[in-house]
């Protein structure tokens, strides 16, 4: 491989964060736990899909902020500020699950990833691009197309002095166009804030998680919220770290817990030079889909 995707080890931190009904005590105890991540050396740090409300339909218009034009004054997105401020003080890379968003301009809400610098600068913005509309009959139905509207790009960040990691959310894992390109991008993490539930979590959040990793040999995290009980939606929990290979370097049971995995670039050479998909692909036979029509931000 000619230059390596990961160029020096880094410390990664999922936060299973257990939230609640109150946004500012969530953003508080949000920011507690990153400092205690980075405290444990951490230099990437998770926090889960929807980590300051709970998460549901009904929850999305009522916990949201106003993102555009960015920045955002505090009253407008006291999240925003809160991450910000979180990244600086753990002097870490942090990527801030996601809030739901609104538009004023057009009126419509998105499930809005925000990531930050060590510097407190936001670098990029990821909006679940594929909602999560299911029907499991006598299991679960869910739509967030009810309230919500899908963002419209893949989001592959540059992490100064590291590399490249791409961004989604949640329900975007079961796609893997969206993590083959960002991979054949050069990204060499590929990082889920989600929730599965009860139903789906048991039959395929490892299995997707180690599917990503297989099928582009990087690393992959998914970080889940806390499973609270009394919540209308019952999160799966199990954050966990798969590596290159496919193989779950860490995972969380249900309960609050912060997962730590250090990842190295050599380890994604090694898997590379061990099964070479990488240079046996055949674009002759089928497109290469990070190739012609993609969207997509770094
Ligand atoms: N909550 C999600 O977006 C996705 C999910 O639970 C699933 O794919 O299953």
Redesign the pocket.
């Known amino acids: 491989m000619a230059t390596k995707l990961l160029k020096k080890p880094l410390k990664l931190a999922l936060i299973q964060l257990a939230s609640g009904a109150d946004k500012h005590a969530n953003l508080s105890h949000a920011r507690q736990k990153v400092l205690e991540a980075s405290k444990a050396g951490a230099n990437l740090v998770v926090l889960p899909e929807c980590f300051n409300s709970p998460y549901g339909v009904k929850y999305f218009a009522k916990y949201s902020e106003t993102l555009l034009p960015s920045p955002p004054t505090k009253e407008q997105s006291p999240s925003y500020h809160a991450l910000s401020e979180m990244a600086k003080e753990a002097k870490a890379f942090l990527v801030g699950g996601s809030i739901p968003e609104y538009w004023e301009e057009t009126k419509k809400y998105y499930n809005t990833n925000l990531t930050f610098g060590p510097d407190g600068k936001l670098l990029a913005t990821h909006r679940k691009v594929h909602l999560?509309d299911i029907d499991i009959p006598g299991k679960i139905t869910f739509r967030e197309s009810d309230v919500l509207s899908p963002g419209n790009k893949v989001t592959i960040i540059d992490l100064p002095e590291y590399g490249r990691i791409a961004v989604a959310i949640?329900?975007d894992v079961?796609f893997p166009e969206l993590a083959m390109i960002a991979a054949r991008k050069g990204a060499f993490l590929l990082l889920y804030p989600?929730?599965?539930?009860l139903t789906?979590g048991k039959l395929?959040w490892e299995l997707q998680a180690r599917a990503r990793a297989m099928d582009n040999q990087v690393y992959v995290g998914l970080c889940s919220p806390a499973r609270d009980m009394q919540a209308e939606y019952h999160a799966w929990g199990h954050s966990m770290v798969v590596d290159p290979n496919a193989e779950i370097l860490g995972e969380l049971e249900e309960k609050e817990d912060i997962l730590y995995a250090e990842l190295n670039g050599e380890r994604i050479e090694e898997v590379r030079k061990g099964v070479p998909i990488y240079t046996q692909r055949r674009f002759d036979v089928y497109p290469d889909v990070s190739e012609g029509k993609v969207r997509y931000e770094e």
């Open positions: 999560f949640c329900y079961r989600g929730a599965f539930n789906t395929h």
